[in-house]
């Protein structure tokens, strides 16, 4: 079935450092792609989001680009801020509008 | 415009009982969908509901059940809990006029089962 993948492990940077954060899926067809992010204590808000390939999605300072060829939706910040600290979700949209989520990466930006 | 709410904030239940979470979903929305948040890992997909119907499972057991109201408010009952169903239950609630019908997510509700 359609399916998140994000790279295993938290992330611990310093501010103002660069962020990655990979994203890959599979699915048939080509779904809407999303990034949520989960701050402590908080339900999931909508980072940015893309509905066909090649988009590039932002907010915020984030980016990330619809990669067909690679079914890849990687997240990417270039400055981070200790406020950017939280969890975050890849996810695509399948089926009647549902939503399918990797497992999160947590971010941590130190001072 | 209200955003979606859901109560209790959190609750502790004891294997066996029963359980029911609401969700009022955001001004304008007739969808609301139930995600469980295990912790450490991304929110599966319980079920959605879409004008007092039903309109799509995931892989949950039919002790996992809900309900969605003519005000498209909604429930989630859990019958026979177990420790596994300890989690984060998020609704989230979306408008099928929307060309994407983007969701938007409550805070939760933490279910804790001894």
């Known amino acids: 079935g359609d399916s998140v993948t994000q790279m295993e492990g938290p992330v611990t940077l310093s501010e103002e450092a660069f962020l990655t954060i990979n994203c890959t899926y599979t699915?048939?067809?080509?779904?809407?792609l999303f990034w949520y992010v989960q701050y402590p204590g908080e339900g999931l808000q909508l980072l940015l989001k893309?509905?066909?390939?090649?988009d590039k999605g932002s907010n915020k300072g984030f980016e990330a680009t619809y990669r067909k060829e690679t079914t890849s939706f990687h997240l990417e910040k270039g400055s981070v801020q200790v406020s950017d600290s939280a969890v975050y979700f890849c996810?695509?949209?399948?089926?009647?509008?549902?939503?399918?989520f990797g497992k999160g990466n947590q971010v941590v930006v130190i001072p | 415009e209200t955003g979606v709410t859901q109560s209790p904030t959190h609750l502790i239940k004891t294997r066996g009982q029963q359980v029911t979470l609401r969700c009022s979903s955001q001004?304008?929305?007739?969808?609301v969908s139930w995600y469980q948040q295990a912790l450490g890992q991304g929110p599966q997909f319980i079920f959605q509901?879409?004008?007092?119907?039903?309109?799509g499972r995931g892989n949950f057991p039919p002790r996992f059940s809900g309900l969605q109201f003519p005000n498209y408010s909604s429930e989630l009952n859990v019958n026979a809990l177990e420790l596994d169903d300890s989690a984060l239950y998020l609704c989230?609630?979306?408008?099928?006029?929307?060309?994407?019908?983007?969701?938007?997510f409550g805070p939760g509700t933490r279910l804790t089962v001894l």
């Open positions: 509901y879409y004008r007092e119907e039903e309109n």
């Open positions: 989230a609630s979306s408008s099928n006029t929307n060309s994407y019908n983007e969701q938007f």
């Open positions: 996810a695509l949209l399948y089926g009647n509008n549902r939503l399918a």
């Open positions: 699915a048939t067809g080509y779904p809407s």
């Open positions: 001004s304008g929305h007739n969808t």
């Open positions: 893309a509905t066909k390939a090649d």
